[in-house]
């Protein structure tokens, strides 16, 4: 075991340097820079401007400069706001993570049950009620559902607000069933059909022989062989959400890492670029390795090597 994670750590840190390389190339390959948007900005400023960030010397030097001061931890300051990168990125994610987390809870929790619900259920309408609107939440473009959702509760009844900065739980819902919709119809999907493979087996005819009871049936030994696929999904997933779904808040105007990664592309904000990139590079592979150990809690009898 402690092989295997000394294993997937290096291939992680090997995995977040090549993003960090093929990112920060392509990011200086783009034609323009950050400060040719300023029309305010006379020619002799934005040479000081190029200079104070390192933007006047030659691509490879202004990586070796960043993989310096990311030894040290230091993301540097945003080209626009001229802020303390690494504070910005704790109180985004702060407000990302918050919905994210609710989010995925509620993906992970309904998306199970309705999964194993519609196995149960096969071919009956309780099946294909589940289906039905699994389908259409899976085909549904997540912007759609975002949008459709601000344009009934907020715009039309008016029952709920868009986003704000008080304290209030209904200020989450509206992101919340946005985030969680996609997510809650893949996993009931992948539940079903995990619970149906796992139901045709040898070893639950046998405990039905053996006159175990159809309750410890589901939970003990078809649902919990059921999770592994599952399992594979929710690592990347979780990742994916705590982070901030990129349209979800940009529609919802949410104050959260999602929005701030597109509004640091728009702005050509180089360092919050690359910070953020690092950052969901980082949370993705903790998440994919999660999953990995979750196998085995889940499955003893699977070996990590």
Not at 151 to 177: D, H, N, R, W
Not at 274 to 288: R, S
Request: some cysteine; overall charge positive; aromatic content about 12%.
């Amino acid at each position: 075991m402690s092989k295997y994670l000394i294993k997937r750590i290096l291939l992680a840190i090997l995995s977040v340097f090549v993003i960090l390389l093929i990112t920060f190339f392509a990011m200086n390959a783009v034609p323009g820079g950050p400060f040719n948007s300023e029309k305010a900005t006379t020619p002799a400023v934005r040479a000081v401007l190029m200079e104070r960030f390192n933007l006047d010397k030659p691509v490879w030097q202004q990586f070796l400069i960043y993989i310096r001061n990311l030894t040290r931890f230091d993301f540097g300051v945003s080209l626009k706001t001229g802020r303390e990168i690494s504070g910005t990125l704790s109180t985004c994610f702060a407000v990302s993570a918050k919905i994210g987390g609710i989010a995925a809870f509620v993906a992970v929790i309904i998306g199970v049950i309705l999964g194993a619900i519609a196995a149960l259920f096969r071919n009956r309408w309780p099946d294909r009620l589940i289906i039905f609107f699994t389908t259409l939440f899976t085909a549904m473009p997540s912007f759609v559902f975002a949008t459709l959702l601000l344009m009934v509760f907020c715009i039309q009844l008016g029952l709920l607000p868009v986003f704000s900065t008080e304290a209030s739980a209904s200020k989450y819902v509206l992101p919340v069933i946005a985030l969680a919709a996609y997510p809650t119809a893949y996993i009931t999907r992948l539940t079903k059909t995990s619970m149906l493979d796992a139901l045709s087996q040898d070893y639950i005819r046998t405990a039905r022989a053996k006159g175990v009871t159809t309750r410890k049936v589901i939970f003990k030994h078809a649902l919990r062989n059921a999770l592994i696929p599952v399992i594979t999904y929710v690592g990347p997933m979780l990742a994916y959400i705590l982070t901030g779904s990129l349209v979800v808040e940009n529609i919802f105007n949410i104050g959260g890492l999602g929005k701030q990664f597109v509004q640091s592309i728009t702005n050509r904000d180089y360092p919050m670029i690359m910070a953020t990139t690092i950052f969901l590079a980082v949370i993705m592979v903790l998440m994919n390795l999660l999953s990995d150990i979750m196998y085995k809690v889940v499955d003893p009898r699977i070996k990590l090597d």
